[in-house]
């Protein structure tokens, strides 16, 4: 069972930027693909960017041009930055690990933007 531990949520203005990072404990991050999700209140969880295995790249319409997801195999540990950050990106981010035969989740980290 991976574990997944996100960090680098925090309250920043409009137009701010932020980094989410997202370390695994396993031995098989670099076979599978990584997702960043958020889910706001009272709201289902939605998909924000993935990056597959061999780094083939989504982004949901809504932070395209605004978002960038990595990722570092050597370190178990993907990114999301986030630049010109808008009130409606307010949402818990989850890091998502997965593959044909398992489905892992992080705690979530909160991302507030508010001025």
């Known amino acids: 069972q991976e574990q997944l531990v996100e960090s680098g949520g925090d309250l920043v203005q409009p137009w701010g930027s932020l980094r989410l990072s997202c370390a695994a404990s396993?031995?098989?991050?670099?076979?599978?693909?990584m997702a960043w999700y958020l889910q706001a209140p009272e709201k289902q969880r939605e998909l924000v960017a993935s990056?597959?295995?061999?780094?083939?790249?989504n982004y949901a319409d809504s932070v395209k041009g605004r978002f960038t997801i990595s990722r570092d195999n050597a370190k178990n540990t993907v990114y999301l930055q986030m630049n010109s950050l808008k009130p409606e990106d307010t949402a818990v981010y989850y890091c998502?690990?997965?593959?044909?035969?398992?489905?892992?989740w992080g705690q979530g980290t909160q991302v507030t933007v508010s001025s």
């Open positions: 998502n690990q997965a593959n044909y035969d398992h489905d892992y």
């Open positions: 396993g031995s098989i991050f670099s076979l599978d693909t």
């Open positions: 990056i597959s295995s061999a780094g083939s790249i």
